[in-house]
């Protein structure tokens, strides 16, 4: 019986990540600044998860398509307009949008408060899009459109060039 109770090995990393309210990786991108809960590497790549805050009257990226990953958001204080082709939406707290590959998508924040957004990306693929804008910052240079296209498109993204 002591043989069976014996049958886990110890072992070398925790089974959970945890992530506390102080903790993560802060990137910041002109006015908005997203805390990453998780970039992939506790999920084996699956999921990412991060969280937002917008500004007041902050403009978001063009609008874009991603290839690859399915973008979810969850708005959990204030209100975000998504615009989805030639829709618009406007999501107040409590709401999510799940934006699946290959649709085209962008959002901002419009009123005179700021918005907190909880996103999640599966798999993790665009995390390090962030960080490459975020380094653009840091080294002083302008974020120009292109800049913007060639980070996206290292991300199998594309603007949305229909729609602009």
Known sequence: MTEEVKTSEPQTH????????????????????MRVLEDGSHTGHRLAIAESVLAPHTQGPPQHRHDRH????????????FTVGDEDYDAATGTLVMVPPGT??????????????LSTFTPDLYVQYFRDLQEVFAGGRPLTPQ??????????????????
């Not at 993560?24 to 908005?32: F, N, Q, R, S």
């Not at 085209?104 to 957004?117: K, W």
């Not at 296209?149 to 602009?164: C, G, H, K, V």
């Open 70 to 81: 399915d973008e979810g958001f969850y708005v959990l204080s204030g209100t975000v307009r």
């Open 14 to 33: 925790p089974p959970v990540s945890v992530m506390g309210p102080g903790d993560g990786e802060m990137i910041v991108l002109g006015t908005t600044r």
């Open 104 to 117: 085209p998508h962008t959002f901002a924040n419009l009123t005179d408060q700021p918005a907190v957004m």
């Open 147 to 164: 800049a913007n296209i060639d980070a996206m498109s290292r991300y199998a993204t594309e603007p949305a060039t229909d729609l602009a």
